[in-house]
């Protein structure tokens, strides 16, 4: 496995259902990122992991929930969600390097296309 | 407020036919300015990278340009597999954990 891998590629959940997102980077980054896109919107960013520390909760409802037990794994932990949320979720790696300042682009997986019913 | 503004939202080409896409932006400290290629049903792929007014960078048919204030991808003699969606981000001095996202340039590319 090489880059970023996202599971499942889609997932159907009611309102009322649990389920979880997961990533797996393989390229040796020290920093993660859950992202939202949906139609005809800019990336939204949602949680990014520093060294396994989340160091940004960009106001994200309470129903999503993220953890990250390493810097080679990420969760999206998903609960009583509405159909607003149905969207692409894109996971991303960087790299980051304290001090330089030619920090690495963001490298993303497939994402995982969620709908709820 | 740091914002990206990517234009215009859609371009159809014929094969062949040189143009340009823009991404203009507003950020308290440009740290870097990347484009990304993404096709459907998949995630954004990595182009290139700017971290200064004047630098260029080039792949194949794209070349990416960036000024103070926006930065141009110019694609010359398109073929129908450049068609993809071309993303524009901006990263800024201050926080660097952030990458602002404009909304895209949907490319057509006929034969």
């Known amino acids: 496995e090489t880059g970023v891998t996202q599971t499942p590629r889609h997932l159907v959940m009611g309102m009322t259902n649990k389920k979880s997102l997961k990533c797996e980077q393989h390229?040796?980054?020290?920093?993660m990122y859950w992202y939202k896109q949906s139609a005809k919107k800019p990336l939204e960013l949602m949680f990014v992991y520093s060294l396994e520390e989340r160091v940004e909760n960009n106001s994200v409802p309470s129903r999503f929930s993220p953890e990250c037990p390493n810097s080679s794994h990420l969760f999206l932990h998903l609960h009583t969600l509405q159909p607003e949320d149905s969207a692409l979720y894109l996971c991303?790696?960087?790299?980051?390097?304290?001090?330089?300042?030619?920090?690495?682009?963001?490298?993303f997986g497939n994402g995982t296309r969620l709908t709820v019913t | 407020e740091d914002q990206v503004t990517q234009s215009p939202e859609a371009l159809r080409l014929q094969e062949g036919e040189s143009s340009s896409l823009n991404c203009s932006y507003t950020?308290?400290?440009?740290?870097?300015l990347f484009w990304y290629r993404q096709d459907p049903g998949k995630g954004p792929e990595f182009l290139f990278t700017?971290?200064?007014a004047g630098e260029e960078k080039e792949k194949e048919r794209l070349k990416a340009t960036l000024t103070k204030k926006e930065s141009f991808l110019h694609i010359t003699a398109p073929k129908p597999e450049d068609s993809a969606t071309y993303l524009c981000?901006?990263?800024?001095?201050?926080?660097?954990?952030?990458?602002?996202f404009g909304s895209g340039t949907k490319l057509n590319v006929k034969p």
């Open positions: 950020v308290s400290g440009l740290r870097g």
């Open positions: 991303a790696s960087s790299q980051e390097v304290p001090g330089d300042i030619y920090n690495s682009p963001l490298h």
């Open positions: 700017l971290y200064s």
């Open positions: 981000a901006v990263q800024a001095e201050y926080n660097f954990n952030k990458f602002y």
């Open positions: 390229l040796g980054h020290n920093a």
